[in-house]
């Protein structure tokens, strides 16, 4: 059964397309893009560490984040495009990269925008701070070592960009075989991307998990990734800002 999603909604009528990648398949590809990608970004973070002296390599550096992320990301990209290419799609088509309807991305920004709050609302009743430590050093040492520009190159831009087409794109059109499978693909998405944030405590995991629910909820309901990357682009600013 082929994958369905909102994106007949946009387009007229696509075209008849080979089956995406199974679940192993498709879970096996994203492995392998990931892994890769996190091989040259290390690379490239400890190569830029030895160049700059910096010692220890910590994971709060700014200027390591960035560039680790500057790296990777578009090594998981091609990955992942390559694996479209194979499966017979048009990458961008694969992945999710299509028109979204304004009220969609409306929706959306009510719709974040609303969870944040809540989440800050909840952060003062525990009497916790509403940003994480992890978010705060990073900035303040991105600033100091003079790399503020690619830092929010990394995280406003290439990050949510990497992880998109990561999770709402080339997991979601795998995974998703029917209208019945949308919401454990929604829920599966999120929690493995929630899982990967092993930066923030449990908290901010919580948070990042429940950006994911809407995040796929959203890619499901407009069938573009394209909105689900513009979003997380627009959280990540809001968190720099």
């Known amino acids: 059964m082929e994958a369905i999603d909102g994106s007949e909604l946009l387009e007229p009528s696509p075209a008849i397309r080979p089956r995406p990648w199974g679940f192993w ?21 400890l190569w830029w560490a ?7 390599v910590s994971i709060e550096d700014g ?27 048009p990458a961008g088509e694969y992945l999710g990269f299509i028109r979204f309807r304004g009220r969609d991305f409306l929706l959306g920004v009510l719709s974040l925008a609303a969870l944040v709050l809540a989440f800050g609302l909840l952060a003062v009743v525990l009497g916790r701070p509403d940003t994480s430590t ?45 209208r019945r499978s949308a919401a454990p693909v929604i829920v599966a998405t999120a929690i493995v991307w929630s899982a990967l944030h092993v930066q923030y405590d449990w908290f901010f995991i919580l948070q990042v998990l429940a950006i994911g629910l809407v995040l796929g909820w959203l890619r499901w309901r407009s069938g573009s990734t394209s909105l689900a990357l513009l979003l997380h682009a627009l959280i990540n600013l809001a968190a720099t800002v």
């Open 25 to 45: 398949a498709t879970l096996g590809w994203a492995m392998v893009a990931l892994g890769l990608g996190q091989v040259a970004g290390i690379a490239a973070a």
């Open 134 to 178: 992890f978010q705060t050093e990073v900035y303040r040492t991105a600033a100091a070592s003079g790399v503020l520009p690619l830092f929010m190159l990394a995280a406003i831009v290439l990050g949510p960009t990497g992880e998109e087409i990561l999770f709402r794109g080339f997991l979601f059109r795998g995974w998703l075989r029917s």
């Open 63 to 89: 200027a390591i984040v960035a560039i680790t992320v500057i790296v990777s990301t578009p090594v998981v990209c091609f990955v992942l495009a390559l694996a479209a290419r194979l499966a017979g799609w």
């Open 50 to 56: 030895g160049r700059r002296a910096v010692h220890p």
